[in-house]
């Protein structure tokens, strides 16, 4: 069974643009979650989608948003970029969304930097 | 809100050693849920070990096993016969089991520590 795939790998913006990044989970996952990853914060949670409808938003500003598809293929999107929106961006999926017993499986992430 | 501390930012083993990785937390929840992930250089975080804080027995996973002290909301991670592929970034986290309040979907992780496994 293939992982959870992220996509792209890699992405350089400037200052004041918009970025989509990609998250297909692994077969039959039903859950999709967003984490960012910096050296001075850490990793914080963005936001979590089930079944299309977002269960839960981390403490983020209404620049970051995100989405999920009925394949359960999810999207994050970060308008007007900032030079501190430079950052790892993880994606997780599970099968059950709110199960903590659930296991996450993470992607390898997309690595934005925002010159 | 929850938090999670780790305090060693670096720690070193040799290969075929123990080393013993630190983890506290602060929570009000009676009921959570602790887990610890590995993050090589392929960034991918892998979970490695979880412990449901309504058990008393610590878990095991093969060479990794954890002690968890409900009392004192410490939970660190044991790697027996340290090998060279358990080098990588570790991370402590908590899940909440509020299911019905959605934060369950959340983990807080702590800022890391970057393990070494030397010849």
């Known amino acids: 069974k293939a992982g959870v795939t992220q996509t792209p790998r890699y992405l350089i913006k400037t200052r004041g643009q918009q970025v989509t990044l990609s998250c297909s989970p692994i077969?039959?996952?039903?859950?999709v979650s967003w984490y960012q990853q910096t050296p001075g914060q850490g990793l914080q949670f963005l936001f979590e989608?089930?079944?299309?409808?977002?269960?839960n938003k981390g403490n983020f500003p209404g620049r970051f948003s995100g989405r999920q598809f009925s394949n359960s293929r999810s999207e994050m999107n970060v308008s007007t970029l900032e030079l501190g929106d430079s950052a790892l961006y993880l994606c997780?999926?599970?099968?059950?969304?709110?199960?903590?017993?659930?296991?996450?499986?993470f992607g390898n992430g997309t690595r934005l930097t925002v010159t | 809100a929850q938090t999670v501390t780790q305090s060693q930012p670096e720690m070193s083993v040799q290969e075929a050693e123990t080393v013993t990785l630190s983890c506290t937390y602060d929570t009000s929840e009676s009921d959570y849920y602790l887990f610890w992930y590995k993050q090589p250089p392929s960034r991918q975080m892998i979970l490695v070990i979880r412990q449901e804080a309504y058990k008393q027995q610590n878990a095991t996973e093969n060479r990794f096993s954890v002690n968890f002290q409900k009392a004192a909301k410490s939970f660190s991670l044991k790697i027996s016969d340290s090998q060279l592929g358990d080098a990588a970034m570790y991370f402590c986290?908590?899940?909440?089991?509020?299911?019905?309040?959605?934060?369950?979907?959340?983990?807080?992780f702590g800022t890391g520590t970057r393990l070494q496994v030397t010849l």
């Open positions: 077969s039959g996952h039903r859950s």
């Open positions: 986290a908590y899940r909440s089991a509020l299911v019905n309040t959605g934060t369950a979907s959340k983990l807080t």
């Open positions: 997780a999926s599970s099968l059950e969304g709110g199960n903590p017993l659930a296991a996450l499986h």
């Open positions: 989608y089930f079944s299309e409808t977002q269960r």
